[in-house]
């Protein structure tokens, strides 16, 4: 039976993975507290003890407070993995879309340089890369998008508020990653203007012009698969360590 035009390019589209990180506070010596990604209705949700205090204004806004090497998110005990752990499972989530394209905004001077030095500390930042096809900013591509809208600010929680008409707990990394993709789907971008912003990790310091003109030749993206049934046990807290910070939170 002959495919229809529109399944022929449902299978040209890149995979997606929206991705957005909270951390420690704003600099680029941050460390991460949480990761966050979706796909689809895919999403993976995880939490790391950071080797550095939070910041007053970073605690305040994302909730997220250490005590005595636990993690707490709004007074409420969070389980916790190592951030080789975390990243590890990442890159198992990435692998499962087929090299899709990370989403995320303001991600090229924010996320992904700090994203890059955590991989560079556990040694898996040539894994990362091998299995994405790049990275795309809904920030530049969102300014580029609607230039002709004379918005006030172009920050994420606002451009949902403008075009989709809702609130949402914005700074909590799950909930910014299912807003962005629910506004990545309302802006609907073309593939041209997507390989004109789209970088990687090696060329994001490069200006977009130039990550396009080297990147167009990788256009062209494979069929999306589905995510495997047990994915969860990449990302899983031995029993032990769950019983324990589970004793500790009745404790509270």
Known sequence: MQKSESDKVEKSQPSLVFFDLETTGLGQS?????????SGGHSLNLYVIPGCRMQRGAAKVTGFRVRRQRLYLHRQLVLTNSLR????????????????????HNIRRFDCPLLARALDEVDLRAEFESSVLGCVDTLPLAREMLKDR??????????VRELLGVNYKAHDALEDVRALQALYGVLQPTPELICRHRFTLDTME????LTAAKS?????????????????????????????????????
Do not use: Y
């Open 30 to 38: 941050c460390e991460i507290v949480q990761l966050a990604a979706v």
């Open 85 to 104: 752990e975390v990243l590890v499972s990442f890159i198992a989530f990435l692998k499962m879309l087929r090299r899709p394209l990370v989403i995320g």
């Open 150 to 159: 004379c918005l006030q600010s172009f920050q994420q929680e606002n451009l």
């Open 206 to 209: 490069n200006k977009p012009a």
């Open 216 to 252: 167009k030749v990788h256009c062209k993206k494979p069929e999306q698969r589905p995510l495997w049934e047990h994915f969860r046990q990449t990302a899983k807290v031995s029993d032990r360590k769950a019983e324990d910070q589970n004793g500790q939170l009745n404790e509270l």
